[in-house]
């Protein structure tokens, strides 16, 4: 109850309308309705910019909000056609298009990985000190498979760390706080607001940089996507969707706009708070490139069986 409680405070903060849990809430007056699928998270600051901003009714666009954990929400959600177009670390997206789950497009780069953006924490009694302590240890992840658990991967791999050896339970971002201050899990995959949440409350230290100097220093994190048919169905609604999103991405270069903007869609994030993140790279174009440097590691540390063309999914 108190989850869903914190979902209609969210909800109210960015709409002044309350919520109902899987409800969808409606920001604008344009002809076409777009339901997107969003996580409150750092790496959605471009499109609360761009909501707040008014880019989406400049494009004639209504925007329908269902609110997602992760992007492994996101996914049933398009194949119910509950949402048109989701959100999502890039590596449950390759998964699911290697598995057969969907034929997906990708709409919108969201962000990209930058030192301090995400990492491991733990308290400072854990005697973790650096990624060779984590074998035989618990670290929560947001989701199975995800991008940052990819990076740990990759990084415990360069460490001579058997990555088989770390235990990874779901806690989902938004409770890793509590998670580590109650001793459920050794550390936590985290990214912000929530690790400064959590160095805030608990007293939480750094052991690992996902993204910092290493074999995922500057991996692509997340982005926007939808199904292949629904692309092909309504071209324009998806041009305009990525112009909206990606004039959200250039507002988001500017640090204070993302400090201003936070507090409004995240639970429990203060001003102060907000001007304490660390903030990704918030790309304003999609790069083939860097997403395929994605699903090579994935294909490199056994999450996919055989390379994926990334170039064919970029509308």
Known sequence: MRRIALL????VAVTGCSVLNGAQEQHGNGATVIRVGVMQVIDTAPFYLALSKGYFRDEGLTVKITLTKSGTDSLPLLAGDHI??????????????????GDYRVLADGSRGA??????????????????DLAGKTVSSNAPNDIPLLALKAILQADGIDPSTVKTPIVHHADTPAALAGKEVDAALQLEPFITIARRQVGTVPVVDLYGPGPANDLPIAGYFALDKFTQQNRGAVAAFRRAIERGAADARDVVAVQQILPTFVGGVTPDIAKEVAIPVFPTSVSRERLQRVADLMLA??????????ARLVR
């Open 8 to 11: 209609a405070a969210i909800m």
């Open 84 to 101: 048109d177009i989701g959100f999502g670390n890039w590596a449950t997206l390759f998964q699911a298009q290697a598995n057969g789950t």
């Open 115 to 132: 030192p301090h953006v995400q990492i491991v924490a733990t308290r400072p009694d854990s005697g973790i000190h650096s990624a060779r």
């Open 301 to 310: 540390y056994g999450q996919l069986k055989a390379k994926l063309d990334v």
